[in-house]
């Protein structure tokens, strides 16, 4: 850079050119050293890493330069905080625009399948299921704000589902909160007509958030492909929720789960869906799901 600006104004000196490799040395050391102190992810420790950086480089060029070095310390992290506000912005825009809320439906072919013992619909229900079954660094990967129950959104009919326009529902996940980048679970009463169907759909949900945070393309090239269910009475309309339900279904058999209303579905049905003549084959599109899922999936009920 300040080759380029000498040539231009024809005012090239090895002490000047010296001088700028020392306070790109120095402001590129100091930016590494402070770009990271708030947790990544959300609006302020992206705004707040980036004050830092930008009070870090202004206050080391001051010194260099020999001018006030508060004056260049404010300065940097004023300038330095307002570009991660917005590139923060853009980037969520662009990253999570027209995204909406995804949904555990209720099947109502398995409508007669047994249920299990309820549990307490309370927040400190899901708390304790959340805590027992998930590691803090598993939530902030998978990018779940909290888990609550009710909605202020959808109503929950006189058997304890979400009404929504698709229909009833057990949970749903929000888009990620533009301050956290992260999503809210909500869950309705009938979610909790078991433990083992409680935990499941954690898992579901939390795996909708796993998926949100991974951005649109990712989304609108597999989670969002379209599939055709051959006429069945099921909720497996696109190619994410055909992983997601195929998630559902291995976590019931690596907990030997006895068959139960609201967990899995028929696996004929899923690899029907994921590979036909009408929406073609989905085979490759469906295995970087599962095995991006995978973790999500992979836990024993306490």
């Known amino acids: ?51 830092l950086t ?26 330095g905080g307002g570009a991660a506000a917005v590139s923060y912005s853009v980037n969520y825009l662009v990253k999570y ?4 809320n995804q949904f555990k439906y209720y099947d109502e072919s398995n409508d ?38 009710g909605s202020e959104q959808y109503a929950q009919t006189s058997n304890g589902f979400f009404e929504t326009s698709n229909g009833n529902a057990y949970a749903y996940t929000t888009r990620p909160n533009f301050l956290t980048g992260k999503s809210t679970i909500h869950y309705a009463r009938a979610s909790f007509a078991s433990k083992e169907l409680l935990f499941t759909t954690m898992a579901h949900e939390t795996a909708h958030s796993y998926i949100l945070n991974a951005g649109n393309f990712f989304i609108k090239k597999y989670d969002e492909v379209k599939l055709f269910n051959g006429g069945y009475d099921t909720n497996i309309g696109d190619l994410g929720h055909a992983a997601i339900f195929d998630g559902e279904n291995y976590i019931s058999s690596i907990n030997r789960f006895n068959v139960m209303r609201g967990i899995g579905a028929d696996s004929d049905i899923i690899f029907s869906a994921v590979n036909n003549n009408i929406t073609g084959n989905n085979v490759s599109g469906f295995n970087l799901l599962k095995k991006f899922l995978y973790p999500v999936f992979n836990r024993k009920m306490q």
Request: charge should be neutral; proline fraction near 1%.
């Open 1 to 51: 850079m300040y080759a380029l600006q000498a040539t231009l104004n024809n005012n090239w000196s090895w002490g000047g050119f010296a001088k700028s490799i020392l306070m790109g040395t120095v402001t590129g050391a100091v930016s590494a050293g402070l770009g990271e102190v708030f947790s990544a992810g959300g609006f302020w420790a992206t705004v707040g890493n980036g004050a």
């Open 112 to 149: 007669t399948i047994g249920e299990g013992k309820a549990l307490d619909y309370s927040n400190k229900t899901l708390q304790e299921m959340r805590s027992k079954h998930y590691l803090p660094e598993e939530m902030q990967r998978f990018r779940v704000d909290g888990d609550v129950i």
């Open 97 to 100: 625009a027209g995204m909406k």
């Open 54 to 79: 930008g009070a870090g480089s202004g206050s080391v060029v001051s010194l260099i330069n020999g001018d006030n070095f508060l004056e260049g310390l404010i300065k940097g992290a004023v300038i």
